[in-house]
C-alpha cells in the first residue's frame, strides 16, 4: 500500500509491509518504506487517503503529528473512543512523523498495533488503532535497495545508502604479547558462521590486521551462495599511521579484502602516528577527512564516516566537510550512554554504530570496571520476561535506541544469539531502567594518547600503560 507524504519540497513514497511479531507483544509490526518521489507527488494533505473523509480531521492530526515528532520523544498517539472514527485520524500522524523523520533524515520510526483492535492487517489504513510511534524504532527496506539486510533491518544513511543495524565486530584482541596475531579461519570461519546466521555487515579495520581473513570469509560465503557481494556491508577502517595517504591505503585494504569497494570506510580515530608508529604525527583531520571525500568520489567506499571523534571534532568537519559523515562509531553500552553525543549525531543525520556493546558486563572483558555484570538480577529478570539471554537484552537495547551495535563473537552459539534481536521489544520502562546503568565510565579509554593534541576524550592524571 503506497501513500505520499511530503515535508517541505520534498516528497516520499511511503509502503507498508505488516507482520506478526511472535510470541511475547501481542503486536502487529508495521514496517515503513520510504523512497523520495521523483514523480513530484502532492503533499499528503492535498491528496484524499484511503479511508479519509474528513480531510479537517486530518489536516488537524497531521499538524500534530509534526508537534508531537519536533518534541522527539516516545509519542502516543490515542484514538478516539467510539470505532467509528478511531482508525482514521492515526494515518496522517503517522505520515506526518514519517515525513519530518525523513526531513531531518532520520529513518528511525516503527509503529506497533495492538493487535487485539483488528483482525487483519491486509489493510494498513483500517487497521491502524492505536499508533505506538517511537523514536528509537525502525525500519525500511524499501528504499530502491534491492539488498537484503538478513535478519537485521536496513536503517538509511544520509548519502542515500543502507546499513543493516547490526554486525559482526572482529577484532580479536590483546594478550600477553600485545595485539593478537590474526591466523587464517580466526575470522573467517566466525564470519561464515555470521553470514549463515544472518548478518550482513562486518567490521574490520587495517589496524585489526585481519582484513584478509575477512575477505575470505565473505568469498567463502558467495561461492556457497549464501550472499552476493553487494548483500554484505563490509567496513573498514583508516589506520592511525596511514593518514597522509588515505586513498592508497584504501586501495590496500581492498587489496587485502580482495573487494572493489567497502560499504563504508572510517577514519578510525582522530590520533595519528608517523607510519612506523614510533611517534606521534600531528595531522589536521580535516586535510584527511577531503582525502576521505576523494575514496566516495572515486567509488571505493560508498559512505564515509569517522570513529572516536568528539563533539566537537565533528562539528569542525561538518562546517568543512563537501560530504558530510555518514556514521560516527564509538562506545556505547550499559555503562557508556553517550546521550549527548548520540542526541548530537542523530541532530546532524549521523547514525551512531556502537562498538564494544556488551562494555564490561563479563568479568573477562575489565574486572576493574562497575557493575553490572552479567548476573545482575534485573537485568536478568528483563531477560527472563522474554526468554532471552542478557546478551540479547543489551544489544536489543542498544538496537532501540536506534543504533547499529557491533558485538564481536569467535562462538557459533553466541554469534546466533547476539544476532536474536528482531522478535521481542522492550517497552519504554524497560529502556529507562537500562538507561540508568550509565556511569559515563570507558571500556576503551586509550589514555597513553592523551599528550596527542587530537586525542578526543578527557585527559587523566595518570595515563594508563599502553598495550601496544
Ligand atoms: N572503532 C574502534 O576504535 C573500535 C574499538 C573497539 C572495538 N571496535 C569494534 O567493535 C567490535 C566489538 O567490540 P569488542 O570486541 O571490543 O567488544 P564486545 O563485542 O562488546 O565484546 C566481545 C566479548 O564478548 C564476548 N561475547 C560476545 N557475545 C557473547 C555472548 N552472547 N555471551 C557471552 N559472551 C559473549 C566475546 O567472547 P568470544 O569472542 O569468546 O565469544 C568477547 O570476549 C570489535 O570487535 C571491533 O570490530 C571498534
Known amino acids: ?44 494533505r492535498d491528496r484524499r ?18 508537534k508531537a515528532a519536533r ?38 520510526y516503527e509503529v506497533q498495533i495492538p493487535k487485539s483492535s483488528h483482525e487483519s492487517c ?45 554486525g559482526l565486530g572482529t577484532f580479536l584482541g590483546f594478550d600477553e604479547n600485545g595485539q593478537k596475531d590474526v591466523k587464517p579461519g580466526d575470522v573467517s570461519t566466525p564470519l561464515e558462521w555470521a553470514i549463515e546466521a544472518g548478518y550482513r555487515m562486518v567490521d574490520t579495520a587495517s589496524a585489526y590486521k ?7 570469509g565473505i568469498r567463502n560465503a558467495i561461492s556457497n551462495g549464501t550472499i552476493r557481494r553487494e548483500d554484505m556491508y563490509v567496513v573498514t577502517k583508516l589506520g592511525s599511521t596511514e593518514q597522509r595517504n588515505v586513498v592508497p591505503a584504501l586501495r590496500q585494504s581492498l587489496k587485502k579484502l580482495n573487494m572493489d569497494y567497502v560499504d563504508l570506510y572510517l577514519i578510525h580515530s582522530p590520533v595519528t602516528f608517523t607510519p612506523n608508529h ?77 562498538y564494544t556493546p556488551f562494555g564490561s558486563i563479563f568479568e573477562s572483558q575489565d574486572s576493574a570496571a562497575p557493575p553490572p555484570r552479567v548476573d545482575d538480577p534485573q537485568l536478568r529478570s528483563i531477560a527472563e520476561r522474554y526468554g532471552k539471554t542478557v546478551p540479547q537484552i543489551v ?21 546466533e544469539e547476539n544476532i536474536d534481536l528482531f522478535n521481542f521489544e522492550l517497552t519504554p520502562e524497560e529502556m529507562k531502567t537500562l538507561a540508568e546503568f550509565n556511569k559515563d565510565y570507558r571500556t576503551v579509554y586509550p589514555s597513553y594518547w592523551q599528550d596527542h593534541p587530537y586525542y578526543p576524550y578527557e585527559r587523566k592524571e595518570v595515563p594508563d600503560k599502553s598495550p601496544f
Not at 487517503?49 to 509534526?66: H, K, Y
Not at 585481519?210 to 575470505?216: P, T
Open 1 to 44: 500500500m503506497n501513500f505520499y507524504a511530503s515535508s517541505g519540497l520534498r516528497y516520499f513514497r511511503i509502503t507498508y509491509k505488516c507482520s506478526t511479531v511472535p510470541p511475547h507483544h501481542c503486536v502487529h509490526r508495521l514496517r515503513l518504506g520510504l523512497r523520495e518521489s521523483s514523480s513530484g507527488n502532492p503533499p499528503v
Open 395 to 415: 544489544l536489543r537495547y542498544l538496537v532501540q535506541r536506534g543504533l547499529v551495535p557491533i558485538p564481536k563473537s569467535i562462538h557459533k552459539n553466541r554469534i
Open 49 to 66: 487517503l484511503p479511508g479519509d473523509d474528513e480531510d479537517a480531521t486530518a489536516d488537524g492530526q497531521f499538524r500534530e503529528g509534526i
Open 278 to 354: 614510533s611517534t606521534f604525527d600531528v595531522i589536521d583531520y580535516l586535510d584527511t577527512w577531503k582525502s576521505m571525500e576523494e575514496t566516495k568520489k572515486l567509488g571505493l567506499a560508498k559512505s564515509i564516516g569517522l570513529s572516536n571523534f568528539n563533539q566537537s571534532q565533528i562539528q569542525r568537519i561538518l562546517d568543512n566537510a563537501e560530504i558530510n559523515p555518514s556514521v560516527l562509531q564509538v562506545e556505547v553500552n550499559l555503562n557508556l550512554g553517550q546521550d549527548r553525543l548520540i542526541e548530537y549525531a542523530k541532530d546532524k543525520g549521523i547514525v551512531v554504530m556502537a
Open 210 to 216: 585481519n582484513e584478509e581473513d575477512v575477505g575470505i
Open 122 to 166: 491486509g489493510d494498513a489504513c483500517r487497521a491502524i488503532s492505536v499508533l505506538q510511534c517511537t523514536n528509537y524504532g525502525l525500519f525500511n527496506s524499501d528504499n530502491g535497495d534491492s539488498r537484503d539486510g538478513g535478519k537485521a533491518p536496513r536503517l538509511t544513511l544520509n548519502d542515500g545508502n543502507s546499513i543493516p543495524t547490526i
Open 71 to 108: 518534541r522527539r520523544s516516545i509519542i502516543h498517539t490515542r484514538p478516539r473512543r467510539d470505532n467509528a472514527t478511531m482508525n482514521k485520524p492515526a494515518l496522517p500522524v503517522l505520515m506526518a512523523l514519517v515525513a519530518l523523520s525523513a526531513a531531518k533524515n532520520v529513518f528511525l
